[in-house]
C-alpha cells in the first residue's frame, strides 16, 4: 500500500505542472497568405492608403516616396520592422530561454528566417530610456493575461507600415495580443504613431503551426546595384503623382478612400462618398497634426555605449565621455549652466582627471562646459610646460577647428564671446586631424572637418577603436538641421556632412547596429537612422531648389509647407529653430531671393 | 490548377520592396548588352548588363531576377551566366528612369542560344 501512495505521489509530482505554466508558444508557425497575400507577397500598388489611419503628413511622405530607394547601400537590408514582419512572407520560429534555477520561461524568441530575432523578456525588467538607440525588432517586454501573452514594444526605428511608402516613425509603440488555440497562433497588433497616425492602426494576422515550414535564414550583404552620383535620394516631388487617381480608376474606388485615413475606416463613411473616380477633395487640405512633445532637460544621463565610451543626455547637447587609464576623453561639452552636473557624472564613470576634450562645433551648448571641466583636468602629457598667464596649471588640451577658436575668443584688448580658459587649445585648419592613440588609452581619434554645414567649423569625431562616431549638430534627431547661415553654414555642407557619416559608418548586420552614432540632440543612432534623416534633409532641399527654379519667392516657399511631411516629427512653430528658420535658412543657402 | 496552388503557397523569397510600386508592371522594355556582373543570391538575383546609350557611351543596368533558390529549380546557377556574355534581356522597367533597373521576364545569350523565361517573387 506504501508503495502505492508512494507512486501516486510521484506520478502527480511528474504530471501536474507548476504553478507559473502558461501556454507554451514554441515551434515552428507556417504564415497562412490567404490574409493580403497580394500585398505581403510581391507586394501592394502604388497609391494604395486604405484602411491606415493616416494623416496628411503620412500621405504626403509617402506620394513622394520611390521604391528606387531599396538599391541604396543603406537600405538593401533593412528587414522589416517589428509590426510589419507580421505580414510578412516569413514563418514565426519561436524559441524559449529558461531560468535554469526556478525552470520559468524568462523570454521568448520570435525569429522569422534570422531576419529578424525579437526578444519579448518576460522577467519584469524596465524598457531603456528615451536615449536608447532603436532597432528593426524594437525592445519588447510581455506579460501573461490568463491565456493571452500581452507584448509591450518601444524603440522600433522608423519604417512603413505598407511598402508603398506609407511611414511610420520612430516615436511608434506597440501593442501585442498573442493568441493560441490548438494549432494555431492568432496575432492582435495595435500600433500608436503620434507622428503619422491619427488613430491606432489596428490588425490581426494568423499563423499555423508547422514544424515543416521553410525556416532557411535569409541572409543579406550589401551589393553595388545601380549607379548614380553620391548621395542620390530617389524621390518624387509633390504634385507630380498620380498614384492615388490610377489606383482608384482601376479599382472603380472614390479617389478620397483610398488615400486612407481614420474617417474611411468606419460604415459611416460610405454615406459620404460620392461616385468613384473623383478628384482629390478634403483630405488634400487636411491639417497637419501637432508635433510630438519633446521631453524636457532633465538631470544628465549616462548611457553605455562601449565599455569605455558612454553618451551624457541632458546637458543640452549631447556628450560623449571614453574612460581608460590616465584620464577621461570629453567630446562637447554642454551648457555651461549645466558643468557642474556633468562633471558629477563623469566622476561617476572614472576617478581619473578630464586630460582632452574635442569640441564639435562653437555653440555654447556644445562648450559651455569647457571652462569647468579645464579647471578640474589636467593635461597629458604631463611634461609640458605648465601654466597660463595666471599661473594656473595647464588645463587638458581642447581639440576644435581653428574657426571654432575664432568664434570663441578676440584679439588682445577685445572683449572674447567666452572665457580663455574655455578656448581651443589645439586646433587644426585642414581637412582632418589625428589624435595619438598613446595619449587617449589606445583610442585612435580622427576629426573630420565638415566645410560650410551647421557653420564653418564643424568636425565629425570618430572614435576608431570604438567604432563611434560623434556628429555634433551635423546631425540631431529631434529638430531639422540647425543652418547658421552668418557662422557659414549650408544646406549643401549639411548634407555632404550626413553623407559623410554614411561613409565612414559600417552596419554590423541587416543595416543595424555597427557603428554607434551620437547625434548634437537626441536619441543614440546608426547609420540607418542617419540614412532616414540624410533622405529627409535632400528631399526638402530638392522640393525648395525646385521652388526657387520656378521662381517662387521666400514666401511663397514658406506658404508652400515644402516640409509639412515631415514637420510633424522634426518641426516647430516656437523655440529657437523653427521651421519658418530652417526653410529661409534652406532657401537662402540654395541662392533663393 | 495545382501549380497556381503553388504559387499563392509556396514560401517565396522576400521581396522588401514591392514589385508593382518599383516596375511598371504591365510594360516591357528590351536592352542588349555584355554582363559585367551576375549576383547570384537571395532574396534576389542581379544581372548587371553593359549597354551602349543613346551618345554611344556606356550605361550599366541591373536588372533583378529570382532568389538563388528559386533559380537552382528551374536549372540557373551561379555559372550560367560569365562576365563578357552577350545577353538580350526583356524586363519590366523601373518606375524611376534614373535608376536604370529592370525586373527579368527573359533572357537570351544569342551565341548558344540558351534561353531563361518565366516569373518570380
Redesign the interface.
Known amino acids: 500500500m506504501a508503495r502505492f501512495v508512494g507512486l501516486v505521489i510521484l506520478v502527480f509530482t511528474i504530471t501536474v505542472p507548476p504553478a507559473f505554466a502558461q501556454v507554451d508558444l514554441s515551434g515552428v508557425w507556417g504564415q497562412r ?1 490567404h490574409e493580403d ?1 497580394q500585398e505581403r ?6 497609391g494604395d492608403y486604405l484602411g491606415i489611419p493616416l494623416n496628411d503628413a503620412a500621405r504626403l511622405r509617402a506620394d513622394s516616396w ?3 530607394l ?2 541604396l547601400a543603406e537600405w538593401q537590408c ?3 520592422g517589428a509590426d510589419v514582419m507580421w505580414r ?4 514565426l520560429r519561436v524559441t524559449k530561454d529558461i531560468d535554469p534555477v526556478t525552470g520559468e520561461t524568462i523570454a521568448y524568441h520570435f525569429n522569422f ?1 534570422d ?1 529578424l530575432d525579437r526578444v519579448i523578456y518576460l522577467d519584469g525588467r524596465p524598457h531603456p530610456p528615451e536615449e536608447a538607440a532603436h532597432t528593426w525588432a524594437g525592445f519588447s517586454t510581455g506579460k501573461w493575461e490568463g491565456d493571452v501573452l500581452t507584448i509591450t514594444t518601444t524603440h522600433l526605428k522608423e519604417y512603413i507600415l505598407r ?3 506609407v511611414p511610420r516613425s520612430d516615436l511608434a509603440t506597440m501593442t501585442e495580443h498573442i493568441m493560441r488555440h490548438g494549432d494555431f497562433l492568432t496575432i492582435f497588433q495595435i500600433v500608436k504613431d503620434p507622428v503619422y497616425l491619427t488613430e491606432p492602426w489596428i490588425l490581426s494576422t494568423d499563423f499555423q503551426f508547422d514544424p515543416r ?2 525556416t ?1 535564414p ?4 550589401i ?6 552620383p553620391k548621395g ?1 535620394v ?1 524621390h518624387r516631388l509633390p504634385g507630380t503623382t498620380t498614384d492615388a487617381e490610377e489606383f482608384a480608376k482601376k479599382h472603380n474606388l472614390s479617389v478620397d478612400a483610398v488615400r486612407g485615413g481614420a474617417e474611411t475606416m468606419y460604415p459611416e463613411y460610405r454615406k459620404t462618398l460620392k461616385p468613384a473616380a473623383g478628384t482629390l477633395g478634403a483630405q488634400a487640405a487636411a491639417s497637419q497634426n501637432a508635433g510630438p512633445a519633446r521631453a524636457a532637460a532633465a538631470d544628465v544621463r549616462v548611457l553605455k555605449i562601449r565599455d569605455n565610451v558612454y553618451m551624457l543626455s541632458g546637458a543640452s547637447g549631447n556628450m560623449v565621455v571614453q574612460t581608460f587609464a590616465q584620464g577621461v576623453t570629453v567630446v562637447d561639452t554642454g551648457l555651461a549652466q549645466n558643468a557642474d552636473r556633468a562633471l558629477a557624472a563623469i566622476k561617476q564613470l572614472s576617478t581619473r582627471p578630464v586630460v582632452h576634450i574635442i569640441n564639435t562645433n562653437a555653440d555654447p551648448d556644445h562648450v559651455g562646459g569647457n571652462e569647468k571641466l579645464a579647471a578640474a583636468g589636467r593635461r597629458i602629457p604631463a611634461d609640458i610646460v605648465a601654466g597660463d598667464a595666471a599661473g594656473a596649471p595647464e588645463g587638458p588640451t581642447i581639440v576644435a577647428h581653428e574657426e571654432v577658436l575664432a568664434r570663441m575668443s578676440a584679439p588682445t584688448g577685445a572683449v572674447a564671446p567666452a572665457p580663455v580658459r574655455a578656448w581651443p587649445t589645439d586646433t587644426y585648419h585642414v581637412d582632418y586631424k589625428k589624435l595619438s592613440a598613446h595619449f587617449h588609452g589606445g583610442e585612435a581619434i580622427q576629426l573630420f572637418h565638415e566645410k560650410a554645414a551647421h557653420t564653418d567649423g564643424d568636425s565629425l569625431v570618430w572614435l576608431r577603436r570604438a567604432d563611434v562616431l560623434v556628429t555634433g549638430d551635423l546631425f540631431t534627431t529631434t529638430t531639422y538641421p540647425v543652418i547658421n547661415l552668418a557662422a557659414g553654414g549650408s544646406i549643401n555642407g549639411v548634407i555632404s556632412a550626413l553623407n559623410h557619416i554614411l561613409d565612414v559608418a559600417f552596419f554590423d548586420y541587416r543595416s543595424e547596429g555597427g557603428t554607434m552614432i551620437v547625434p548634437g540632440h537626441g536619441r543614440l543612432c546608426d547609420a540607418s537612422d542617419v540614412a532616414y534623416y540624410r533622405d529627409m534633409v535632400t528631399i526638402i532641399r530638392d522640393r525648395v531648389q525646385d521652388a526657387i527654379r520656378k521662381g517662387m519667392t521666400l514666401q511663397q516657399v514658406k506658404a508652400a509647407k515644402l516640409s509639412r511631411d515631415y514637420d510633424p516629427r522634426y518641426g516647430s512653430t516656437t523655440g529657437p529653430w523653427t521651421t519658418d528658420m530652417f526653410i529661409e535658412a534652406v532657401y537662402k543657402s540654395l541662392g533663393g531671393k | 490548377m495545382l501549380a497556381s496552388v503553388a504559387a ?2 509556396a ?12 516596375y511598371f508592371e504591365d510594360k516591357q522594355q528590351t536592352i542588349e548588352g555584355d554582363v559585367v ?1 551576375f ?1 547570384f ?3 534576389h538575383s ?1 544581372v548587371h548588363v553593359e549597354i551602349s546609350d543613346d551618345k554611344g557611351g556606356a550605361q ?3 536588372v533583378e531576377w529570382g532568389s538563388g ?1 528559386q533559380l537552382s529549380g528551374q536549372g540557373v546557377n551561379r555559372e550560367t551566366l560569365k562576365v563578357g556574355d552577350h545577353v538580350v534581356v526583356v524586363g519590366s522597367p ?3 528612369a ?4 529592370m525586373r527579368m521576364r527573359s533572357i537570351t545569350r544569342p551565341k548558344d542560344g540558351w534561353k531563361w523565361s518565366g516569373t518570380f ?1
Open positions: 497568405q497575400q507577397g510581391p507586394g501592394g500598388e502604388l520611390d521604391a528606387a531599396y538599391g533593412r528587414p522589416h510578412s512572407v516569413h514563418p528566417d531576419l511598402r508603398d511608402g515550414a521553410n532557411t535569409e541572409l543579406c550583404e551589393e553595388e546595384e545601380t549607379d548614380h542620390w530617389p | 499563392v503557397f514560401t517565396p523569397a522576400a521581396a522588401h520592396h514591392s514589385f508593382a510600386a518599383t556582373q549576383v543570391r537571395n532574396p542581379f550599366r543596368w541591373a533558390q523601373g518606375r524611376n534614373e535608376d536604370h533597373r517573387q
